[in-house]
């Protein structure tokens, strides 16, 4: 008997455990761990991963056969599907959850095949599956086993390739074009038909004669200079036919240029060297790279993959999320060209699972992405890189809530690789660990050429509050100035973090409130809509205060859109860029912006904390910070840490290249500690504080901590149910372990359901991953509380 354990896709406590299934005899040899299958269940028919196979089953009544094979290889190989079960445990999520996670978006809800012959030899000799054509789309959950069977053995020796194709709106990217209906003379003869002075159509006559038989994309001929109305009247006039052109998808924007390797300076080499030791030793060593802004760090990245590359093995790289990646991704592709694989947020579906296919097959030795890239199949790891690390995108905020860096570091046990953790800005958690020993340090004192680090002015703005009240403080204006008059440029930042523009009335101070959360709506501007952030709710903007039906009923707070307007009335000459969620939606416009100022087509750019990192732009020499301490009164206990690096930061992008830079920052807090760290640019001097606060406060790095959140519709409920649970950990963990709450969360109701959380600080605990599971599956049985946790949450709200 042959017998498959399955996981199935239904995401609950009672189906986290492996199911036996019956592997039909015709498939014996080729059902393989990893593999998705279609299996019976109840009355439904569900997929699920193979996970284990078998001889035999514990189970004791009649086992259900496997209804049908949905991969022909695996989609999950060895390695992942360990990884995954170490991330189900200390996640406490679900096995399903984590298989899922890793495979790219598209691909967990499509099954359809396509089977490419690989010679017409084979077209012939299949004629039961082709019939003539090179090519054919088949379901797999309605395949015969037989047809399985030939299909798993024709792909065993190599005579077709399988693709899944995707739903189609994901699949490939569709475009409008053109294609010529008439013959060339017929197209000769319509030219006297129309006005000489028509140069539009008349051109796109030419273009239609000459490239008669061509799918013409019609972006194509906009961009050469013929009218959109041009098109349209050849369409309508008969010359030509509009279609649909199926484009290659091509997750790179533009074609880049070469670059070979620099010559490193003493620091960099020193860094690369011991990376590359440990490449050739096959030695997982974690290391910190810790470099000020514009040391070279990636440059140390990119030889030391290479190092692994020219050993035979491959290079994972991880960014954080959209901010940096295009300047970033550009450097690594000139460096390694085609053998780079790109996982990135701001593709498609579709994009990211061609990607995700050329890796799992093999043809790509580097791979670049965000957080779940982590889970790339690449095989082989010589390297694994974590640029930014302090970034707080690392760490996934649903469920599975997984830690990137934690992950990285499986990876490397896995692949007997270093990983090398950099940042200008490390996580208090991983500085912590250099310093004890766990971690290696490497370090890049100085930017590169020993340029200076910018000089940072603090400007205080309840000083300059009384004199203008204008957004820009006077000392930034008088320097926005002189930089203009030079053609040099500047970065503006607004600090978004707990920042949204909300309405007030002026006069009675009513706030408009979302019906279904504790939270204030945010005005829209662009939608002419007040929206809650956690609902979705929307209503219109009202005109009168609803309270006291005052008019004066405002915006306070501003955004970006504001800041641009107040830059464009003060400076009316300098040209203007703005990058924050709303001029960045549509694909590609983040590398268009970043493009555009780079080429000078703009002096100043300004935005959100979207363009405070990665950003390596060499004629910038003024960043000013307008809002620097909007996250500071955050009731988090890691909010000086975010301050303190973001403002570092951004403050990295002045002066780069051969132009000293400099720096301002506007604050009503000019006193704390993180902002005057952030003056000297002072990341071991802010360490050294900040570790002695979190020892006082017994927090991270120093405490490992839990967050556990339950909710419920009814506020009673969840409270009772909390109280209870306080007390059983309470009674389970050790009298070290500290236990907090249960407290309602900074933002109780949520689309009407109501939270609390409870926090768990402790060092050693050997009870308490079995006390959190007795606790997930009482909760699943009472079903009263919706309960999840959190391990190593980022902030405690
Ligand atoms: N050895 C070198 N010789 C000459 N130029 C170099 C060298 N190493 C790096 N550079 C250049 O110095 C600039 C800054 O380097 P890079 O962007 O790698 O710094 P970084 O430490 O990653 O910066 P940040 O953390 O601020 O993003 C880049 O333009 C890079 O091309
Ligand atoms: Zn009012
Ligand atoms: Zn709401």
């Not at 204030?520 to 002419?528: E, P």
Request: proline share 4%.
């Amino acid at each position: 008997m042959q017998v498959a354990k399955v996981i199935v896709d239904v995401p609950s406590r009672q189906t986290n455990i492996p199911f036996s299934y019956l592997i039909p005899d015709n498939l014996s040899d080729s059902v393989t761990v990893g593999m998705r299958v279609q299996v019976p269940f109840g009355r439904r028919k569900i997929t699920g991963f193979v996970v284990e196979l078998s001889d035999h089953s514990d189970f004791d009544g009649k086992l259900k056969p496997i209804e049908a094979l949905i991969d022909l290889t695996p989609v999950i190989n060895p390695e992942l599907m360990d990884l995954a079960v170490k991330m189900s445990q200390t996640t406490y999520s679900f096995l399903i959850s984590c298989l899922q996670t890793m495979l790219p978006g598209g691909m967990r809800t499509s099954f359809a095949k396509r089977i490419t012959a690989k010679s017409e030899q084979v077209v012939k000799e299949n004629d039961w599956l082709f019939q003539g054509k090179s090519s054919v789309e088949i379901n797999p959950s309605t395949t015969a086993e037989s047809t399985t069977k030939k299909l798993l053995d024709l792909n065993k020796s190599d005579e077709i390739v399988v693709d899944y194709v995707l739903k189609r709106n994901s699949s490939a990217i569709e475009v409008l074009g053109i294609k010529a209906t008439m013959t060339p003379e017929q197209l000769d003869k319509q030219r006297g038909l129309i006005r000489a002075n028509a140069t539009s159509q008349h051109k796109l006559l030419n273009v239609l004669s000459e490239q008669n038989n061509a799918k013409l994309l019609q972006s194509d001929l906009v961009k050469s200079g013929i009218s959109a109305s041009a098109i349209k009247s050849a369409i309508d006039k008969g010359w030509a036919k509009q279609i649909k052109i199926h484009q290659n998808r091509n997750p790179f924007m533009q074609p880049v240029k070469q670059t070979s390797a620099l010559k490193l300076n003493v620091a960099q080499q020193n860094a690369v060297d011991k990376v590359s030791l440990s490449i050739d030793e096959r030695d997982a060593t974690r290391f910190l790279l810790e470099g000020v802004t514009g040391s070279g760090k990636t440059e140390v990245y990119l030889q030391s993959m290479a190092h692994a590359l020219e050993q035979g093995r491959t290079a994972l790289m991880l960014v954080p999320e959209i901010t940096l990646t295009p300047q970033i991704v550009n450097r690594i592709r000139s460096r390694f060209g085609d053998q780079v694989a790109m996982l990135h947020s701001a593709m498609s579906n579709g994009e990211r699972f061609d990607e995700w296919q050329r890796i799992n097959r093999g043809k790509a030795k580097v791979v670049v992405g965000v957080r779940s890239a982590i889970f790339a199949p690449i095989k082989n790891l010589g390297v694994i890189i974590v640029d930014e690390e302090h970034d707080s995108s690392y760490k996934q905020s649903d469920n599975p809530r997984y830690q990137t860096r934690e992950v990285a570091k499986f990876r490397a046990d896995y692949n007997h690789c270093p990983v090398v953790f950099g940042s200008a800005t490390p996580s208090l958690e991983s500085r912590a660990r250099a310093q004890k020993g766990v971690y290696q340090l490497l370090s890049l004192p100085k930017r590169i050429n020993d340029q200076v680090l910018p000089k940072v002015d603090v400007v205080d703005m309840r000083q300059e509050l009384k004199n203008s009240g204008s957004l820009l403080s006077a000392p930034l204006q008088e320097k926005i100035t002189e930089k203009l008059s030079r053609h040099e440029q500047i970065i503006l930042m607004l600090n978004r973090r707990g920042y949204a523009s909300f309405l007030m009335c002026r006069d009675c101070g009513y706030v408009p409130q979302c019906p279904n959360c504790d939270i204030s709506l945010t005005v829209h501007k662009n939608s002419h809509s007040l929206q809650c952030h956690y609902c979705g709710h929307q209503e219109p903007i009202p005109t009168e205060c609803p309270m006291c039906h005052s008019k004066r009923i405002r915006n306070f707070g501003y955004g970006s859109e504001q800041l641009e307007e107040q830059v464009k009335e003060l400076f009316p000459d300098a040209r203007t860029l703005r990058m924050d969620v709303d001029t960045t939606r549509k694909k590609g416009s983040h590398e268009r912006i970043i493009d555009a100022f780079a080429n000078h087509e703009a002096d100043i750019l300004l935005g959100t904390q979207m363009i405070a990192k990665g950003l390596d732009f060499p004629d910038v020499t003024l960043v000013g910070v307008l809002n620097s301490d909007s996250a500071l009164q955050f009731p988090d206990f890691r909010s000086s840490e975010r301050t303190f690096e973001l403002l570092t930061q951004v403050a990295g992008r002045a002066g780069r290249a051969d132009k000293v830079g400099e720096v301002v920052i506007q604050t009503y807090n000019p006193n704390h500690y993180a902002i005057k760290f952030a003056k000297t640019q002072d990341y071991e001097g802010f360490y050294q504080k900040e570790m002695g606060i979190r020892r006082l406060g017994k927090y991270p790095p120093f405490y490992y901590t839990i967050k556990i959140t339950g909710n419920s519709k009814n506020e009673n409920t969840v409270m009772t149910r909390m109280v209870a649970l306080t007390s059983y950990l309470k009674e389970h963990l050790s009298s070290k372990a500290i236990v907090l709450g249960p407290t309602p969360k900074m933002i109780t109701r949520v689309n009407n359901q109501y939270y609390y959380q409870i926090i768990i600080k402790y060092r050693f605990e050997d009870q308490l991953q079995s006390a959190l599971n007795r606790i997930l599956n009482d909760s699943q049985k009472l079903k009263d509380v919706q309960l999840s946790i959190d391990n190593e949450p980022l902030d405690f709200m």
